[in-house]
């Protein structure tokens, strides 16, 4: 049975960067597309950024495209975002998840999530 578990997460001042990780266990993880998902309170969950399984391709939301950089370490079975130049908008809880597939482009196909991070951004 696939495991993510987050972690990472708090609050930071707005501009400022964090990097939160997830640590999958229970699967073969180089072998599955992986993504990253987030909801502030009172809306719905969005997809925020995809790598494939190998980490060659990337995929990004549009609001966070050019500040937040997914990448992965096959080796260690472990998932990252990092988020830069943060603002209140980016406040959310944030997931990652596993896909069926060994790539992905758009946010579906995804069939194991974590419980997610905090993460805080003030102004």
């Known amino acids: 049975q696939a495991q993510l578990v987050e972690s990472g997460g708090g609050s930071v001042q707005a501009g400022g960067s964090l990097r939160i990780s997830c640590a999958a266990s229970g699967y073969s993880f180089s072998r599955y597309c992986m993504g990253w998902f987030r909801q502030a309170p009172g809306r719905e969950r969005e997809g925020v950024a995809t790598?494939?399984?190998?980490?060659?391709?990337?995929y990004y939301a549009d609001s966070v495209k050019g500040r937040f950089t997914i990448s992965r370490d096959n080796a260690d079975n472990t998932l990252y975002l990092l988020m830069n130049s943060l603002n209140s908008e980016d406040t959310a809880t944030y997931y990652c998840?596993?896909?069926?597939?060994?790539?992905?482009?758009?946010?579906?196909?995804?069939?194991?999530w974590g419980q997610g991070t905090q993460v805080a951004v003030s102004s």
């Open positions: 998840a596993k896909n069926r597939f060994q790539n992905c482009y758009i946010f579906t196909d995804f069939d194991h």
């Open positions: 790598i494939s399984s190998s980490g060659s391709s990337t």
